[in-house]
């Protein structure tokens, strides 16, 4: 039997064996670490991102409640809107007629007070009382009843009123400065008066025929006859006026005598319209002045004007007005209608 040349070679062997295993398992160690350290690292990662899903979900869910608290106080104050519409409503169904009723009233009642004391119109201050006293009368409550006892008494004090044909007088005014350019004159200004050339001619005639019989020359009364109407023209005719008599811009010229005629009757006019009593009669007498004193008085036109004149200036365009505003004051003093 031979013996084996190479008796170590088995141990070799196993060695190398054991160094393959330790090397494999070195190795499936190693990976496996790592394995699990990239385990780890993908652990962590998903824990984190779950993390944050959640503090996000979290933020959501907080700005979510915070609009439905948003929202529910809406429809809280909405709800509170809607009681507050339907009280309103339903005093409106109940009282609010009538409260507006009386505030309608109240500012009737002013309107006729202003149109009392600044326009100076009873016509429309007692227009507006009668509606005041209409819509009072609607109501039919104690508070209304009392206010009407109250515009009836103001009612009567403006019916005791003088009335005033304001656009009347006016238009009467007017006409009458219309007809000043077509009215005869009582004097020709600048010239002698229409009588006092007829007497002139009777003169000269007269004396004529008493000198006839005396023996003078041919072309003797001729020439006295003209010197006569010459002297005729010379003449002045002197009147002594009753009143004074204001004088004229020109009185030698008739144009300026009218033209001041009608600027006293328009200026009368104005201060009618304006019911300024003081200027309107000084006016009025002063145009009836003239037309009396200038103007031919035997001429009807003439006559007319001097007697509308005069109606004219007993006119009293600004009266003693009442007070009616204790109406509006009781109305306020009663509750029933807004300050």
Known sequence: MDADPNPVAPDATARRGAVALLVV???TTGTAAYLWHELDALRDADHARERRELEGAAAERAVLR??????RRSIEQLGATQATLEQELATLRGGGRAALARAEVLHLLR???ESLHLTRDPQRADAALAAADARLA???DAPSAAVRAQLARERA???A????????IALTLQRIGGAIAHLPLRVRLGGAPEAGSAAGSAAGSAAGSAAAPAALPEGFWAGIGARLVALRDLLVK?????GPVEPLLAPEQEYFLRRNLELKLESARLAALQRDEVAFQGAVRGARDWLAVYF??????VNQAVADLEGLRRARLAPALPDISGSSALLVRSGAAPR
Do not use: C, M
């Open 161 to 168: 009123l003088p009335r005033v044909d304001v656009p009347g």
């Open 238 to 242: 002197v009147k002594r006026a009753s």
């Open 66 to 71: 915070a609009s439905l608290d948003a929202q």
């Open 296 to 301: 031919d008085s035997r001429h009807p036109a």
């Open 111 to 113: 309107l006729a007070n």
């Open 25 to 27: 398992a070195l190795t």
């Open 157 to 159: 004090a403006l019916a």
């Open 138 to 140: 609607e109501l039919g």
